[in-house]
């Protein structure tokens, strides 16, 4: 599986950006997706994550209701839409996959593939 993310810039605080990923290769196993994001200086926590199926959504208590992660219904992608954003957003932010057949709302520890990363900066 390869994972194409895209979206990230440079925004004040109070602004929004939308991140885009793209998922290519042994997709049919798949069973959703999430994103993901690093500091400077700290470790990846998990932000968000969506099951296909059922299009379940969870997040991270730092995003919610300021985040809102979708499905592209016409190919295998998803968007994370990032609102209020804050200068703590800051991060490389990485789309990932969970192992095939496993659930992307099971814990990070089920998400095997990642995308390159995209930088999102929030200036206060």
């Known amino acids: 599986v390869q994972l194409q993310a895209s979206g990230g810039g440079l925004v004040q605080a109070g602004g929004s950006l939308r991140l885009s990923c793209a998922a290519s290769?042994?997709?049919?196993?798949?069973?959703?997706m999430g994103w993901f994001r690093q500091a400077p200086g700290k470790e990846r926590e998990f932000v968000a994550g969506i099951n296909w199926s059922s299009g379940r959504t969870v997040y991270a208590d730092s995003v919610k209701g300021r985040f809102t992660i979708s499905r592209d219904n016409g190919k295998i992608a998803v968007y994370m839409q990032m609102n209020s954003l804050k200068p703590e957003d800051t991060a490389v932010y990485y789309c990932?996959?969970?192992?095939?057949?496993?659930?992307?709302?099971?814990?990070?520890?089920?998400?095997?593939?990642w995308g390159q990363g995209t930088q999102v900066t929030v200036s206060s």
């Open positions: 290769g042994r997709t049919r196993t798949m069973l959703g």
């Open positions: 990932a996959a969970p192992r095939a057949y496993m659930s992307p709302l099971n814990g990070p520890g089920v998400y095997e593939y």
